[in-house]
């Protein structure tokens, strides 16, 4: 045996072994950023609305506050900024759960039109008070999904939660039609639309467009990282098309049921 070749050999194994530790350890240092940008992202949105709780307790405790009608408005913001941090927590919860493959799905033959209007209803009073329009169209003889239906109607009202808060004026469409193996559902609104740099992003969890600009955005960030798992979950798959100040339509795709030969 030729000595040198051995030790080539041995060389050699062991750069490859240097290059699957760095290897493990550039993943270790990405996780521990992801954990890290996590952690930070929890705390910005749990400070936010806490910080304005205790601003507003604060001055109530030393009794600056004298006019009952003023106090009243403080109670009433803080109202609304307790329900934010269990929406918050909810959401999180929801996702963790989600992500972690700790969810069951309940799966029967579903009829989206059945759920759609059902969601339509729920919004129509809200949607009637800002002056938007809210439609549903489904093809005639649309097949069934094979689905959770209480999930199937929180991903549709994520979406058109979303289609409400972001449009000011004309109108939100819900849409069902066939597409091949899968039922395409759509929510289509004419609000402010999404900037093409930003359509990628927005399934990521706790991306909100223009943090600064949209102050009143008192979203979570969440939903729509709760609906792409959701709809995966499903077999499905999901894409958003949009054009700024005019609209944006969110797709979803489910498989249909077969038909029995
Ligand atoms: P949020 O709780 O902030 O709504 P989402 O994950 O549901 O979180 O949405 C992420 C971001 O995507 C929103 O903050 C918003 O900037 C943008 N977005 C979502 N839906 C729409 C829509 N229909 N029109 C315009 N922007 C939208």
Redesign the pocket.
């Known amino acids: 045996v030729d000595t040198s070749d051995e030790i080539s050999d041995l060389a050699q194994t062991i750069n490859t072994m240097a290059q699957k530790l760095e290897k493990v350890e550039q993943e270790r240092h990405h996780l521990e950023q992801v954990r890290n940008d996590f952690l930070a992202n929890v705390s910005h949105e749990l400070r936010t609305p806490l910080t304005a709780i205790q601003g507003f307790l604060e001055a109530l405790q030393d009794g600056l506050v004298e006019e009952e009608e003023a106090r009243q408005k403080y109670y009433a913001v803080m109202y609304t900024e307790t329900m934010q941090v269990n929406r918050l927590v909810d959401d999180l919860m929801d996702l963790m759960k989600l992500e972690n493959n700790e969810v069951n799905l309940v799966k029967f033959p579903v009829d989206v039109a059945d759920v759609m209007n059902r969601v339509a209803f729920s919004f129509h009073q809200e949607a009637e008070e800002k002056g938007l329009h809210m439609g549903v169209e489904v093809e005639d003889e649309l097949p069934r999904i094979y689905a959770d239906k209480d999930r199937i109607a929180q991903i549709l009202k994520?979406l058109v939660k979303?289609?409400l808060?972001?449009t000011s004026a004309g109108e939100i469409r819900m849409r069902a039609s066939l597409d091949g193996e899968y039922v395409q559902i759509q929510v289509i609104?004419t609000?402010?639309?999404?900037a093409a740099d930003d359509l990628d992003r927005?399934w990521e969890r706790f991306?909100?467009?223009d943090r600064g600009r949209?102050k009143n955005?008192k979203?979570?960030?969440?939903?729509?990282?709760i609906v792409k798992e959701l709809v995966e979950l499903h077999d499905g798959k999901c894409r958003v098309e949009s054009s700024p100040g005019k609209g944006?339509t969110f797709t979803i795709w489910l498989p249909r049921i077969k038909p029995e030969n």
């Not at 609000?191 to 999404?194: K, L």
């Not at 979203?219 to 990282?225: E, Q």
């Open positions: 994520n979303n289609a808060k972001f609104d609000g402010m639309g999404i927005i991306f909100k467009v949209s955005n979203g979570t960030g969440l939903g729509l990282a944006s």
